[in-house]
């Protein structure tokens, strides 16, 4: 008969650390009954499709925008007279400083564009009805934050281009009637520039993201976990519906473990690794090449992109009217852009319940619908699609600045940098005509076309 030997020491190791595992595991589910919870949350299903993978792509790029933030706040100087300095500091002095701010730029270029990406696949497949229309209107507020976020992002280096932005947003506050100068004052604490460098700090670090970290979370987890998810049409999936009401409360998919774990992980990698590629081999926003802020200087040329570029080029096409009122001059031109984003966001947060008021649909919809089976609601979106592109074409195309000279016995002023675009003078006047015919021809052109195409294809 063979003595029992007494277990390795690896081996006694390994079983102690199984059971102090198990017992720490069935001690927190006796007080916190994590299993009962876990364990359903762990079989549910998600959707296979690709295009589901567009939150979770924004969700990765926010975790990394907080991150690269977070490293950035320890080294930024929020003060008037240093934040310029400070911002060229952190490029060129801080080990690592430069691709950090890379890093978050790219993450917060991202950010919006899959913002933006989910936006349109949920709006052309008519994923807002009933019962997601909470889960819609907190995408819609958080489209708007993450735009107002990234333009207070772009203000903060203090730089030409930085400084020029905030200068038009003081212009455009100063010119709203009675109450222009209080809010003026509020924000930038007096003139221009004030305080303002500060306030903006504040509201970038603190304010905004706060609201964020609130919502995202309760977009992308709490009502997806506690909503079925929407299901994909095939081709003939319509007439199968019709034919059988249940088929659009079924639920297929993979469990979110271990099917869906892996997704989401490969989906974060594949996002931070492409990030930080673009973020090393691709530089941007040279703040010590733009200079420190100079009153009357020249914009360097960085054209907008998501941070003010529909509003920039809508200001531009917009005609340069100024009424007389009681000795007042009022400039109703200055207002136009705003009021219209202002609309444009107002109609998509309610999109869902106007929808429903002109189609009569108050029904649960939980199979998507492809775009051609909705003609207006998809020739609606590219007409809107249109409509912000000939706005932001308003950006493309610059005024060549005159040549400057100088009073003798002093050196020549320095010229303006080129642009992507810069034309004569006669040249941006008809260019600038052409997209004022275009912002209202183009989009009811791009209605028509979409709605006929989609007809043609449900047919």
């Given at each position: 008969?063979?003595?029992?030997?007494?277990?390795?020491?690896?081996?006694?190791?390994?079983?102690?650390?199984?059971?102090?595992?198990?017992?720490?595991?069935?001690?927190?589910?006796?007080?916190?009954?994590?299993?009962?919870?876990?364990?359903?949350?762990?079989?549910?299903?998600?959707?296979?499709?690709?295009?589901?993978?567009?939150?979770?792509?924004?969700?990765?790029?926010?975790?990394?925008?907080?991150?690269?933030?977070?490293?950035?706040?320890?080294?930024?100087?929020?003060?008037?007279?240093?934040?310029?300095?400070?911002?060229?500091?952190?490029?060129?002095?801080?080990?690592?400083?430069?691709?950090?701010?890379?890093?978050?730029?790219?993450?917060?270029?991202?950010?919006?564009?899959?913002?933006?990406?989910?936006?349109?696949?949920?709006?052309?497949?008519?994923?807002?009805?009933?019962?997601?229309?909470?889960?819609?209107?907190?995408?819609?507020?958080?489209?708007?934050?993450?735009?107002?976020?990234?333009?207070?992002?772009?203000?903060l280096p203090g730089d030409q281009l930085a400084m020029t932005g905030l200068r038009e947003a003081h212009g455009l506050l100063l010119s709203i009637p009675l109450?222009?100068?209080?809010?003026?004052?509020?924000?930038?604490?007096?003139?221009?520039?004030?305080?303002?460098?500060?306030?903006?700090?504040?509201?970038?670090v603190l304010l905004v993201p706060g609201v964020l970290m609130a919502v995202v979370p309760l977009h992308a987890l709490v009502l997806t976990w506690r909503q079925?998810?929407?299901?994909?049409?095939?081709?003939?999936?319509?007439?199968?519906?019709?034919?059988?009401?249940?088929?659009?409360?079924?639920?297929?998919?993979?469990?979110?473990?271990?099917?869906?774990?892996?997704?989401n992980g490969a989906t974060a990698l594949f996002t931070m690794g492409a990030i930080a590629a673009l973020a090393t081999f691709v530089r941007v926003n040279p703040?010590?090449?733009?200079?420190?802020?100079?009153?009357?200087?020249?914009?360097?040329?960085?054209?907008?992109?998501?941070?003010?570029?529909?509003?920039?080029?809508?200001?531009?096409?917009?005609?340069?009217?100024?009424?007389?009122?009681?000795?007042?001059?009022?400039?109703?031109?200055?207002?136009?852009?705003?009021?219209?984003?202002?609309?444009?966001?107002?109609?998509?947060?309610?999109?869902?319940?106007?929808?429903?008021?002109?189609?009569?649909?108050?029904?649960?919809?939980?199979?998507?619908?492809?775009?051609?089976?909705?003609?207006?609601?998809?020739?609606?979106?590219?007409?809107?699609?249109?409509?912000?592109?000939?706005?932001?074409?308003?950006?493309?195309?610059?005024?060549?600045?005159?040549?400057?000279?100088?009073?003798?016995?002093?050196?020549?002023?320095?010229?303006?940098?080129?642009?992507?675009?810069?034309?004569?003078?006669?040249?941006?006047?008809?260019?600038?005509?052409?997209?004022?015919?275009?912002?209202?021809?183009?989009?009811?052109?791009?209605?028509?076309?979409?709605?006929?195409?989609?007809?043609?294809?449900?047919?």
């Amino acid at each position: 008969m063979a003595t029992p030997t007494k277990p390795k020491r690896r081996a006694r190791m390994v079983a102690g650390s199984a059971k102090a595992a198990v017992d720490s595991a069935i001690y927190l589910d006796d007080r916190l009954p994590f299993a009962r919870w876990l364990r359903p949350q762990l079989r549910k299903l998600f959707p296979s499709h690709w295009t589901f993978l567009l939150g979770e792509l924004a969700l990765y790029s926010f975790a990394l925008l907080v991150l690269t933030g977070t490293f950035l706040t320890l080294f930024y100087k929020p003060h008037p007279g240093v934040a310029f300095a400070s911002a060229t500091e952190i490029s060129l002095d801080v080990r690592g400083g430069l691709l950090m701010r890379q890093l978050h730029h790219w993450s917060a270029t991202v950010f919006v564009l899959a913002i933006v990406a989910h936006l349109c696949r949920v709006f052309f497949t008519g994923a807002f009805r009933r019962p997601r229309e909470l889960t819609w209107m907190l995408g819609v507020v958080l489209f708007g934050l993450v735009l107002f976020e990234s333009f207070l992002g772009v203000s903060l280096p203090g730089d030409q281009l930085a400084m020029t932005g905030l200068r038009e947003a003081h212009g455009l506050l100063l010119s709203i009637p009675l109450v222009g100068t209080y809010l003026a004052a509020f924000a930038f604490d007096g003139g221009f520039p004030g305080q303002v460098i500060p306030r903006v700090f504040v509201t970038h670090v603190l304010l905004v993201p706060g609201v964020l970290m609130a919502v995202v979370p309760l977009h992308a987890l709490v009502l997806t976990w506690r909503q079925k998810h929407t299901e994909r049409s095939g081709r003939d999936h319509e007439h199968k519906r019709r034919a059988n009401a249940a088929d659009d409360r079924r639920v297929t998919g993979g469990p979110f473990f271990p099917y869906f774990a892996v997704k989401n992980g490969a989906t974060a990698l594949f996002t931070m690794g492409a990030i930080a590629a673009l973020a090393t081999f691709v530089r941007v926003n040279p703040v010590w090449e733009h200079g420190a802020y100079r009153a009357g200087g020249y914009v360097p040329s960085a054209q907008p992109f998501w941070y003010f570029g529909v509003l920039d080029g809508a200001q531009r096409l917009v005609p340069p009217w100024e009424i007389m009122i009681g000795g007042y001059v009022l400039q109703p031109g200055l207002w136009i852009p705003p009021l219209v984003l202002t609309v444009f966001f107002g109609v998509l947060l309610l999109y869902p319940f106007i929808e429903r008021r002109f189609t009569g649909d108050g029904d649960q919809h939980h199979l998507l619908d492809r775009p051609s089976q909705a003609p207006v609601r998809t020739a609606l979106g590219v007409a809107v699609i249109a409509f912000f592109t000939v706005l932001w074409a308003g950006t493309w195309v610059s005024e060549a600045s005159p040549r400057m000279h100088s009073a003798p016995a002093f050196p020549p002023p320095a010229q303006a940098p080129g642009a992507l675009l810069t034309v004569p003078h006669d040249t941006y006047t008809t260019v600038v005509a052409g997209l004022r015919v275009a912002v209202f021809v183009v989009p009811v052109v791009a209605f028509l076309i979409a709605r006929a195409v989609c007809r043609r294809r449900a047919g």
